[in-house]
Every structure is written in structure tokens, then in C-alpha cells.
């Protein structure tokens, strides 16, 4: 089955300093890659996903994503952090054959942005 | 389009007390989800349904039963809860694009509490 690994549960940056969220996945055929984001006592909402066209992948609210093969990862990144982007955070990967209609989704990442 | 919609928002049962979830979505997917998340857990499936009349296990089925009767519906039922059962449960549903499910629509979610 497919798997995904987000480094750090917890990151916290200052308003304004770049956001780093890391994201590696474990496929032997490039996958599907989605970053989704959820508010406190909300639901899941898209941020971006990859479906093997461009490997630079910008969404939503300023963030980008970029799909590297060769090091299985797809680590999310907005240039200038904002208080508004505190939230937790889900990489996912999709599934394959047997298991395609399937996201498998990491632990999550929760953001904090100090003023 | 209201989205994905669940019911109820809220609900708190004993233990052993059976209760039904109810997601009714408008968008005319085929696939639908049942998702429970826990903190540090991410997000487990449950049970899916790859069209009206199928359901398939997902990660963590035990204790849960699910029946999709018409598209726009899927239910969840617990039929004897548990205090491992307290959680946050998400249904989400998703299209077909070019013949592949793709990405996940999510519903704000139904927090559950068993004691």
C-alpha cells in the first residue's frame, strides 16, 4: 500500500518567514500527490495536488509544491507566511490497481505563525 | 451547490447505543469516503463506495457498517458504539476524471462522542 511521511507535527514560523511543510511518499510508479489544508473544527479543503503534468505545482492562498521523482517528495512552500495560514496541514498520495479511488494521508503537519 | 453535507454535527452516545451517519452530496460523484480522525492519527479510512449499491473496507472497518443505496447518499452506522469510537468522522466524495477517481471533496465533519 501506498504510504506518506510529513517530517515534523508541529512547525511554527513568524508572520512573514517562509513556509516549509515536508512531504515524502513511498510509490514505486509516480503517483497522484495532493496538499490539503484544514481550519480548526472544519473539514479538508484542496490546496494543490499533482497529477504528473508540470512537477511545480502552485495552489491556493499563495502555496506551491514541487514534485522531485528522485527524491520522492512533495514539500509545500508559500514565500511569506501569514496568520491566516495557521492550520493543519495533510499530504496524501493516491492509490494504485486494487486500491485506486484510495488516498492514503499522512499524519499532518500542524502550522503556527507567531505575529 | 451545497457539497458535501453530513448529519448530525454533533452527537454524544453510550456505549453500546447504536446511531447512523448520513452524507448526501450534490455534485453527482461516483466515489464516496467515511474517514475517522484522531489526534497524531491523521486521517483512517473506514469504508468506501466505488458507485450506488458497492461499499469496500478501508483501513479500520471494525465495528462500522456502511450502505450506499443511491448515489448522493452514504451511511455510516455503528451498531453497538464504543468508547474507541469517539472521534471526528469526515465523509468526502470524489469524481471521475478521464476515468480515474480523483480528488477528494470533504464534509465539515460529525464530532462523536461514546461514553
Not at chain 2, 450534490?26 to 491523521?42: A, K, L, S, V
Not at chain 2, 447518499?73 to 466524495?93: D, H, I, K, M, R
Request: charged share 15%; with cysteine.
Amino acid at each position: 500500500a501506498q504510504s506518506v511521511t510529513q517530517l515534523g507535527s508541529h512547525v511554527s514560523v513568524s508572520e512573514g518567514a517562509l513556509v516549509l511543510l515536508r512531504c515524502n511518499y513511498s510509490s514505486s510508479v509516480p503517483p497522484y500527490l495532493f496538499w490539503y489544508v484544514q481550519y480548526p473544527n472544519q473539514g479538508l479543503q484542496l490546496l494543490l495536488k499533482y497529477t504528473s503534468a508540470a512537477t511545480l505545482v502552485k495552489g491556493i492562498n499563495g502555496f506551491e509544491a514541487e514534485f522531485k521523482k528522485s527524491e520522492t517528495s512533495f514539500h509545500l512552500t508559500k514565500p511569506s507566511a501569514h496568520m491566516s495560514d495557521a492550520a493543519e496541514y495533510f499530504c496524501a498520495v493516491s492509490g494504485r490497481g486494487s486500491t485506486l479511488g484510495r488516498l492514503y494521508f499522512g499524519r499532518g503537519t500542524q502550522l503556527t505563525v507567531w505575529p | 451547490n451545497a457539497g458535501v453535507t453530513q448529519t448530525p454535527k454533533f452527537r454524544v452516545l453510550k456505549t453500546g447505543q447504536s446511531m447512523t451517519l448520513l452524507c448526501a452530496q450534490d455534485m453527482n460523484h461516483e466515489y464516496m469516503y467515511w474517514y475517522r480522525q484522531d489526534p497524531g492519527m491523521g486521517l483512517r479510512l473506514i469504508h468506501y463506495s466505488v458507485g450506488e449499491g458497492t461499499t469496500a473496507k478501508g483501513e479500520v472497518p471494525d465495528g462500522y457498517n456502511v450502505s450506499r443505496l443511491k448515489k448522493q447518499n452514504f451511511l455510516l452506522g455503528l451498531e453497538s458504539a464504543a468508547p474507541s469510537q469517539t472521534s471526528v468522522y469526515f465523509c468526502a466524495s470524489s469524481p471521475l476524471a478521464g476515468g480515474l477517481p480523483y480528488e477528494q471533496y470533504f464534509g465539515p465533519g460529525t464530532r462523536l462522542t461514546v461514553t
